[in-house]
């Protein structure tokens, strides 16, 4: 709804409670700074998104096992942040973990993957890179057309993506 300063105290409220009611890095602390930090790359306050961001990772990394699929939630959140301040080799790279650990823990045609690799088609695209960027953009609606609903937006993005790319190449 763009209320961010309304969701932002709902999830500052939440975190406090958390923190009383919960051992100091238990995964939902994680949780709740990722949800924290959305709002504020919602908002543009890319550096509170980053921190908040980064919080998160650090109680996943102490709370949950290796390879666990919420770090690729982390690592995409904070290339989102990057993508979004035009740092794209940051973006890049934390994209990049991202789809490593997706596909070590989600099987091939999971619609999450096709996730990893439309953000990676796009920092190619953005940096100007269209043959990678049209690579990682088709692998991407390959696996959207094949998990999706026929009407999914998802569809339609990633084609459109794909277009645009080859208008530029």
Same mark, same amino acid.
């Given at each position: 709804m763009g209320e961010y300063s309304k969701a932002l105290s709902s999830y500052e409220r939440s975190l406090e409670i958390r923190k009383i009611a919960l051992p100091p890095n238990h995964p939902d602390l994680a949780g709740s700074y990722n949800n924290i930090g959305s709002v504020y790359d919602n908002m543009d306050e890319y550096s509170k998104a980053l921190s908040s961001y980064e919080r998160s990772l650090e109680i996943?990394?102490?709370? /949950?096992?290796?390879?666990?699929?919420?770090?690729?939630?982390? &690592?995409? %959140?904070? #290339?989102?942040?990057?993508?979004?301040?035009?740092?794209?080799?940051?973006?890049?790279?934390?994209?990049?973990?991202?789809?490593?650990?997706?596909?070590?823990?989600?099987?091939?045609?999971?619609?999450? /993957?096709?996730?990893?690799?439309?953000?990676?088609?796009?920092? &190619?695209? %953005?940096? #100007?890179?269209?043959?990678?960027a049209l690579s990682f953009l088709e692998k991407a609606h390959e696996i959207d057309r094949k998990t999706l609903p026929p009407n999914h937006p998802h569809i339609a993005q990633s084609k459109r993506n794909i277009d645009n790319v080859k208008k530029k190449m």
């Open positions: 996943r990394k102490i709370a /949950l096992p290796p390879n666990h699929p919420d770090f690729a939630q982390s &690592y995409n %959140n904070i #290339g989102i942040v990057y993508n979004n301040m035009g740092e794209y080799s940051k973006a890049l790279s934390s994209y990049e973990r991202s789809l490593k650990i997706r596909k070590i823990a989600l099987p091939s045609n999971h619609p999450d /993957l096709a996730t990893s690799y439309n953000n990676i088609g796009v920092v &190619y695209y %953005n940096m #100007g890179e269209y043959s990678k």
